[in-house]
């Protein structure tokens, strides 16, 4: 097996609908913000290359959208999806598998893409499989009123239509330990309903990808929870369990939302779980 983190681009969001109730005073010492409030965000993926199978972990923003719906998002730097694969001499098309976490735009929308004409969508990755669960896959198609902008259908209805939707079983809640992709996954759901976190075993290390239960270092304490949360209660008890069993299992999270840092590790302190050290992936695994 060889892992491979992939930027797909960065975007800035509202730093203080990022930390929810935490005041800016105290999440700009790590996050800091510009003169909009707004922090940097990426949106960085995991492309695991494991025998005959190549899977991508979210897709980030992807490009479809119109110039004035990336506007809200502020995009900066040079990173793309297709430069990145490209990087490590990959294209779309060899693309087996796409593994969401959930089904948000900046987690999926580099799943579907114009049409040659632009008359209408087709899934990015012409020779893969999507992979979802049903409970998430029908809270995004009938959306309710808080995420109704963050489930496009432009996103979610050509996966469908293609035939290349599937799903993953939900019968090994809230962990399944091997997947039919050959990683276990959390269940969490406070984020959104039934929201994925990979966990690999990549040479002697266990990495979680944290997707949005943790977007940032900045968001490691317990109640540091983003604005965006449909049940903010659960996440809190979501996080609590999760932070404790990574501190106590040295599991090193690998953050899709932090824009300066890739991974890191956390331990028990007297003010609960915190972070412990930083890494870039080429320092762990290179």
Not at 36 to 48: E, G, H, M, T
Not at 84 to 106: N, P, R
Not at 158 to 182: D, I, T, Y
Request: glycine share 8%.
């Amino acid at each position: 097996m060889t892992i491979y983190p992939i930027e797909t681009g960065n975007f800035k969001l509202d730093g203080g609908a990022m930390f929810g109730v935490v005041p800016k005073t105290i999440w700009q010492r790590t996050n800091p913000a510009d003169a909009n409030n707004l922090i940097d965000i990426a949106a960085r993926s995991i492309l695991i290359e494991d025998g005959d199978k190549l899977t991508l972990i979210d897709t980030g923003l992807g490009n479809k959208q119109s110039d004035k719906f990336f506007g809200y998002y502020n995009l900066w730097g040079e990173y793309n999806l297709d430069t990145s694969l490209a990087a490590h001499g990959f294209h779309k098309d060899d693309i087996t598998d796409v593994f969401m976490t959930h089904l948000h735009f900046d987690h999926c929308g580099g799943c579907i893409q114009w049409n040659k004409d632009r008359t209408g969508y087709e899934p990015a990755f012409k020779n893969a499989k999507f992979w979802t669960n049903r409970d998430h896959w029908k809270w995004a198609t009938e959306p309710n009123a808080r995420e109704k902008a963050s489930f496009l259908k432009e996103n979610l209805l050509p996966m469908q239509e293609s035939g290349q939707l599937h799903f993953l079983p939900l019968n090994q809640l809230p962990f399944c330990e091997k997947s039919a992709l050959g990683f276990g996954i959390h269940f969490v759901d406070g984020h959104t309903d039934k929201q994925m976190l990979p966990q690999i075993t990549y040479k002697g290390k266990t990495i979680v990808f944290v997707a949005d239960l943790i977007p940032t270092v900045g968001h490691i304490p317990l109640v540091y929870v983003i604005g965006y949360d449909t049940r903010p209660l659960i996440t809190l008890k979501e996080k609590e369990v999760f932070l404790n069993y990574a501190a106590e299992n040295e599991i090193y999270l690998f953050f899709e939302h932090d824009a300066h840092n890739q991974l890191c590790t956390v331990k028990h302190t007297e003010k609960g779980v915190r972070l412990d050290t930083i890494y870039t992936f080429n320092e762990l695994f290179n």
